[in-house]
């Protein structure tokens, strides 16, 4: 009966945990992109396992960011390329949820410098590369995936990419030089 007991506790206990995760919204080959990255890529972005951000090797230029009202934020193109046949999930961090968000669903902005509400943003994406394809081009190695990060203010922003059963944890510098 003790054994019954505790297993009920537990469930009762873990599983509104467990519900208040929603699942990654799901980036799939299809909706990839390509094209010319050129050869020195990857030493200027930030490399997750499986996963890079392209470009975020230093931190974005201050001058992309305008001031937003509360709760919105600026959408910043980041492109991440995935390593074929891959399917790494990119999660911002609890502590960085309260100013950024993952644009890489089918957001829109007008381009007009006011933001676009953080809630349009996910928490949570899933990108699934394509098979590997034989090329002699340097940049054709992965599947490129277009998509922006939304960014409430400066500041650092940390990301878990969980490939492969591994969690790794970066640092994404947006308008700050470095981050504590």
Known sequence: MRIVLALFVV???AV????????PYVRTCSTSA?????????????IAGHLAF?????????????SVDPGRANPLKVLVVVDPNAAPTLTIARSSQRNAALGYNAIRHDGQGKGVPL???????????????RSR????????????FLVA??????????????VLRRTL????????
Do not use: I
Not at 54 to 66: A, D, F, I, Q, T
Not at 119 to 133: L, Y
């Open 34 to 46: 390509f094209g010319d990255l050129g050869r020195g890529w990857r030493e200027n972005a930030v």
């Open 11 to 13: 469930l009762v206990v």
């Open 16 to 23: 509104p945990a467990l519900a208040d995760e929603p699942e």
């Open 119 to 133: 809630a349009d943003g996910t928490t949570s994406v899933r990108f699934q590369g394509c098979r590997a394809v």
């Open 137 to 148: 081009e340097p940049w054709h190695r992965g599947t490129q995936f277009p998509g922006y």
């Open 54 to 66: 392209v470009g975020m090797g230093g931190p974005r230029r201050g001058s992309e960011l305008n």
């Open 173 to 180: 510098r947006f308008g700050v030089v470095r981050c504590s």
């Open 153 to 166: 203010r400066r500041g650092c922003v940390q990301v878990e990419v969980a490939t492969q059963g591994k």
